[in-house]
């Protein structure tokens, strides 16, 4: 019995080996098998360990055994070469994975570091040691009770928020809510206009773009979006914003714009999107009311936890209008059903219990010291020459460095040389303005990092 495993693992690598020579042709149709005894012999196995695995080619229909003649490749069974190629070669479109070997000032990923494993893991074996057998099975598309009354209560007290528990809608995060939205407010229509800031992450781009909506951008300046700008000759279905922390660049929608956009949304009987960008972090003053909490029936709001705990929990919300409200829940269910209860489970506990606020605060401080330091370095080495952008809030912040133009080449020099920087010109469509300015994320570096990062810059750039 102690050779079982190892005996299998045999089985299945000679099983592997011999479908994929008859799917790439290299054995091809009518090939006769080397006799079982002689492939034993020059693979160093038992003979029983290839009978299994020739047994498995005939069951599948690779091989065809003949009686006393022996065992002969089928017809019409091959691929080719291109058909089976490794899928390992190709590369994830648009995405780039963080470089721990390098200085990576990517942006939007907090400190992973001191994530609350310990307390997650209790809470996880609580919530296992108590789950009901109807917890077990399928869940509400909605998402659970539990964490849906947790995230309203958050929302009410610290984000200006009006909703309830029904309006919410748990998502795997910021792109499937953007598509659950997006979905629920273009159903019927035929190339929805959808008005975007300019720069805005490219990904909200791509993401409305797919789902058919053509992409209506409008400037942004150090007030946020510029509403003057909005469109007059077409009625747009939505306005997608991030007002308490414009991404990339860091403003803040002013007080008069917000009321101007709300009346336009009203006037133009369109919906505003509000990704609540960052909106936690906020290192000077008081965090930033949402929009929704001005208009509820006009306002899609977004949150996410992937930059205030963990990207990996795949756990997000909406705050629905009413209107929109079963039409989401119903392409939620389309997607993926539902999220994990267990997780949605953990989270409503360590929500509850305290932990999910004292963790924003520490990680608040923890953030500002970051933000403090990466400004003292740029003073430090690059003193005039850099215009900061964007630095009063988020994980995040923008240089520009006049004259310089970030070019594709210049990137990757800079990456040869141990630091990779973000160009904003990646999210600002065909505007040209944004050449000379990069953004640097500093939520997942240290002190050290940050120091060696902006001493390369300074090698590269001046």
């Known amino acids: 019995m102690m050779n079982e495993p190892k005996q299998m693992h045999l089985q299945e690598k000679i099983f592997l080996l011999l479908r994929q020579q008859i799917l790439d042709g290299a054995l091809s149709s009518g090939t006769r098998l080397l006799p079982s005894r002689v492939m034993a012999e020059e693979l160093g196995v038992s003979r029983n360990t290839v009978l299994v695995a020739v047994e498995r080619l005939v069951a599948e229909g690779y091989v065809v055994a003949k009686t006393g003649s022996g065992c002969y490749v089928n017809d019409n069974v091959a691929l080719g070469t ?6 390992g070669a190709i590369a994830p479109t648009g995405f780039m994975p963080y470089r721990s070997d390098i200085v990576d000032f990517k942006s939007g990923l907090p400190d992973l570091s001191v994530f609350p494993v ?8 609580d919530v296992m040691d108590h789950i009901t057998p109807a917890e077990l099975g399928y ?24 909703c309830d528990p029904a309006s919410i809608l748990i998502t795997s995060g910021t792109t499937q809510a953007i598509g659950i939205a997006g979905s629920a407010l273009f159903e019927g229509q035929s190339h929805p206009l959808a008005v975007i800031e300019n720069p805005i992450t490219v990904d909200i781009r791509r993401i409305l773009q797919k789902l058919g909506a053509e992409i209506y951008p409008v400037p942004t300046d150090q007030w946020g979006l ?14 997608y914003v991030t007002p308490s922390h414009q991404y990339p660049l860091g403003a803040i929608l002013s007080a008069k714009r917000r009321v101007k956009l709300i009346e336009y949304a009203q006037k133009s009987n369109c919906y505003i999107v509000e990704d609540d960008y960052d909106s936690e972090y906020r290192f000077d003053g008081h965090p930033i009311s949402a929009v929704q909490g001005l208009c509820p029936k006009r306002v899609i709001y977004i949150g996410t936890f992937s930059k205030t705990l963990s990207p990996a929990l795949r756990i997000g ?14 392409m939620k269910w389309l997607t993926d059903l539902h999220n994990s209860v267990f997780d949605q489970l953990v989270l409503a506990r360590f929500i509850r219990g305290g ?9 608040k401080k923890r953030y500002r010291s970051k933000r403090d330091f990466l400004l003292a370095c740029l003073q430090q080495h690059m003193g005039e020459r850099a215009k900061i952008i964007g630095e009063n809030a988020g994980l995040h912040l923008c240089v520009q460095f006049p004259g310089v133009v970030f070019s594709k080449n210049l990137l990757d020099n800079l990456e040869q040389a141990g630091v990779r920087v973000y160009p904003v010109w990646e999210h600002a469509g065909t ?9 640097l994320g500093f939520g997942m570096l240290s002190p050290e990092k940050i120091d060696k990062g902006i001493g390369i810059l300074k090698q590269i750039l001046l």
């Open 355 to 363: 932990h999910y606020y004292r963790h924003l605060m520490k990680m």
């Open 139 to 162: 869940g509400a598309p909605e998402g659970h009770i539990e964490l849906r009354r947790e995230i309203a209560t958050y929302l009410q007290t610290y984000r200006g928020v009006r």
């Open 118 to 125: 310990k307390r997650f893991g209790q809470l996880y074996r």
């Open 317 to 330: 919300y909406l705050v629905l209008p009413p209107s929109l409200i079963a039409g989401a829940r119903q």
């Open 431 to 439: 505007d040209t303005s944004f050449d000379d300015t990069i953004i």
């Open 82 to 87: 291109n058909a089976t190629a490794s899928l």
């Open 226 to 239: 510029c509403t003057s700008a909005l469109p007059s000759h077409k009625a747009p279905r939505c306005i």
